[in-house]
């Protein structure tokens, strides 16, 4: 067991472009978003595990004697960890949870005390210790803020418990971990996930594990390589949103499901209120028929996979040689999108007025996830005015909307020097 401070910081994701066609088949573009969340272990010798997250208030303590006279044996799982709904109501009675806890809160420390007690069980004692979790992203904003979070978590406990090297233990500034301990952050942040989250995708811990970006179409990924760093600007409408009801009205318009004949999977959307992009749903044996507008909607559908596929060539060639035009290629695609997205009935009118401010100020915006509210890009350019942009952050902060200037394709899940962050962020750590 290491004896030494761990700092984690892992990225949020954005989706450029895909999203709701990605529920039909479609391709989607899932990238880092540098909105980081950063996790700080501190091994200790008195007896406590310690939780502090202080985005949502909670700090729990817990006797590692009494976790350690726990039976376990529950945890037990054969090729690879799978957390049952009977594992994790004991879970819930280990953390003095009532059973009915479905919230951000709750969630939180059952994942967290899966991960430890799956992780750190091969210990000879299980180790105590002070962890504190903080980050930029907001919650509950459709930004990945659980799997940044599962993936820190995941990340620290490893490396504690030495499953996995230390990054930094040539006292580097950052440090990331070798392809195959990736493998194992991502293999059991996507368990954290599972526990927050029920059946995800998998995408948001991959794109938080491995940063830069990913490709997503019918439940296979792969990675886009050398992916050009996009500055944007991020902006939260703070409306809330159905992701569910958002992704059942796109799927009205298209067709009716009938139970009868073949086996459809589909992309849906995450219920809970981490707003994760995507959950894989195997729908019973299904029939396609007709819906209201098929017609309409799906060129529709087909139009948007078109605009993910030229915004992946397009992002190609700008790894190579990146050019001025390539950016006009990219606000164009930007603006298409968003049309068809409120054509689909997924925009709000908060998202509207998004893009009229940023318009007004010559940038070129659209919705980002969801829909119906919630969050926004707009791409910035090289060489744009530092006074345009600012004008552009003030508007949009005057309409009540938060906002962010930041980067898309960001490094995946790192380790960190106490030094090599900013000062915020060790203020909120305890630093």
């Not at 479609?26 to 202080?54: D, E, I």
């Not at 803020?145 to 993936?151: E, L, Q, R, T, W």
């Not at 006292?171 to 599972?194: F, Q, T, V």
């Not at 998004?354 to 910035?380: D, E, N, P, R, Y």
Request: charged share 20%; hydrophobic share 40%; aromatic share 4%.
């Amino acid at each position: 067991m290491l004896s030494e401070v761990l700092l984690v910081s892992a990225p949020g994701k954005v989706i450029l472009h895909g999203e709701h066609a990605v529920v039909h088949g479609k391709v989607a573009l899932a990238v880092a978003l540098n909105l980081r969340t950063f996790l700080l272990l501190r091994p200790q010798s008195n007896g406590k595990l310690s939780l502090n997250l202080p985005n949502i208030g909670i700090k729990q303590v817990w006797n590692v004697a009494e976790l350690q006279l726990l039976d376990t044996s529950f945890l037990e799982h054969g090729d690879g960890p799978a957390p049952t709904p009977e594992q994790l109501e004991k879970l819930k009675k280990v953390a003095g949870l009532p059973g009915d806890c479905v919230g951000t809160e709750g969630l939180a420390v059952l994942a967290f005390l899966y991960l430890y007690l799956t992780i750190c069980r091969k210990q000879r004692t299980l180790p105590s210790l002070d962890i504190v979790v903080w980050s930029e992203l907001p919650p509950g904003a459709g930004l990945g803020s659980s799997a940044a979070y599962s993936v820190c978590l995941v990340a620290a406990l490893l490396t504690a418990c030495e499953e996995i090297t230390n990054p930094l233990k040539d006292k580097g500034a950052i440090g990331r971990w070798p392809d195959e301990d990736l493998e194992s952050i991502n293999k059991w942040a996507y368990e954290g996930e599972r526990v927050i989250h029920g059946n995800p995708s998998g995408v948001d811990n991959a794109v938080s594990t491995w940063g830069g970006a990913l490709r997503y179409q019918q439940g296979k990924m792969s990675s886009l390589k050398r992916l050009p760093a996009l500055q944007i600007l991020l902006t939260n409408t703070k409306v809330p949103r159905s992701t569910k009801a958002l992704v059942a009205g796109v799927r009205s318009r298209l067709i009716k499901v009938l139970l009868d004949g073949g086996v459809l999977w589909v992309l849906g959307t995450g219920d809970s209120e981490e707003g994760n992009l995507w959950t894989e749903r195997k729908m019973l044996t299904a029939r396609l028929e007709s819906g209201p507008f098929p017609e309409i909607v799906a060129p529709l559908l087909t139009s948007i996979d078109a605009i993910s596929l030229e915004c992946e060539r397009v992002l190609g060639e700008m790894a190579a040689a990146p050019a001025p035009e390539h950016y006009l290629v990219l606000e164009e695609l930007m603006d298409m999108n968003q049309h068809h997205l409120n054509a689909l009935g997924v925009g709000h009118t908060s998202l509207d007025q998004l893009c009229q401010v940023t318009a007004a100020h010559g940038l070129h915006s659209k919705l980002t996830g969801a829909g119906g509210g919630g969050c926004g890009i707009t791409l910035l350019k090289p060489g744009l005015e530092r006074a345009k942009v600012e004008a552009a952050k003030q508007a949009l902060t005057s309409c009540g909307f938060d906002c962010w200037e930041t980067s898309i394709g960001a490094p995946g899940v790192s380790m960190h020097s106490a030094a090599s962050v900013d000062d915020p962020v060790r203020q909120a750590l305890g630093l």
